[in-house]
């Protein structure tokens, strides 16, 4: 009896010492996250709050040497990054609702899904390149339009899953009650389940517009910039990623203010859409 109470005492202490050990190692790992993030957000407003002045907001790039904004440049980035919610969200929430609601024994299903993986895990500036031969190459000139192409390919994808997986948190009872009442399957999907489901499918469209908010590579490829008032998306762009990016490089030293203030910018509109993202998924609960 001794000798078993013994082995029993060694167990829960080799259980305590791995406890201890798992328990000490994550909180490091999270601590180890936290510094960089609050390293990299004190670094940026730090640097860019004292140039987020009015002017950033009401006048356009200016050339260097002389004073201006960043307003042609956001208001070209919140066109483009529309424009690619509104091109990729229906086709993302259809696609998802396919393989959550018709595509139980679809032999398609699996291939739509694992190309989905592949497009979710792509690098964008490779989504970037191949806007790039499939729309800016054969019409001869960088535009709005493949920006916004660019940035729905890569929203496409995080909308599929998201859309899929709320989809399928709804109880199947729910579907069998709504059809035993009569109503079409088509109905059920559009008026119970889309109903039931529709914070987590806001909440993947958040996602994925935090997602393409800060992307600079598929830009660059595809709606590149512009230093002026954009009339047409049949023509460069101006957006605050391309901005920043070329600002930033350029040897003067008001661009590279400026860039400060277009990283804060994009910054806190990430994390506004993360806090919102939070909101709605608590709201879900």
């Known amino acids: 009896m001794s000798q ?15 406890n201890w050990a798992i328990l000490t190692a994550s909180l490091g790992t999270t601590l180890f996250g936290l510094f960089w993030l609050i390293w990299l957000l004190f670094t940026l407003f730090s640097h860019g709050f004292k140039y987020l002045t009015l002017d950033v907001f009401t006048q356009i790039t200016p050339p260097p040497g002389e004073s201006g904004g960043l307003a042609n440049a956001i208001v070209g980035s919140l066109i483009i990054t529309i424009m690619g919610v509104i091109i990729g969200a229906p086709i993302g929430v259809l696609a998802g609702t396919y393989l959550s609601e018709y595509a139980n024994r679809s032999k398609i299903a699996p291939i739509i899904r694992f190309i989905n993986d592949v497009l979710l895990s792509a690098p964008s500036i490779i989504l970037g390149v191949f806007i790039y031969e499939i729309v800016v190459v054969p019409t001869g000139h ?40 009569g109503a079409p399957r088509w109905k059920v999907t559009v008026a119970i389940v889309y109903r039931a489901a529709k914070s987590g499918i806001l909440t993947g469209i958040l996602l994925a517009v935090a997602r393409i908010s800060g992307e600079t590579a598929p830009l660059l490829f595809t709606a590149l910039n512009n230093q002026f008032w954009s009339k047409s998306l049949n023509e460069p762009i101006a957006n605050l990623p391309v901005v920043i990016f070329q600002f930033a490089m350029s040897p003067y030293d008001d661009w590279q203010n400026l860039a400060w203030a277009g990283a804060l910018l994009i910054t806190i509109s990430v994390l506004m859409l993360n806090i919102l993202v939070r909101i709605f998924l608590r709201t879900k609960g």
């Open 4 to 18: 078993l109470k013994n082995i029993n005492l060694n167990i829960y202490r080799k259980r305590r010492i791995i």
């Open 142 to 181: 960088f535009s709005g339009w493949a920006g916004a192409l660019a940035l729905a390919l890569i929203a496409l994808p995080i909308i599929v899953r998201t859309t899929e997986d709320m989809l399928k948190l709804v109880p199947n009872t729910v579907r069998e009650a709504a059809c035993a009442l």
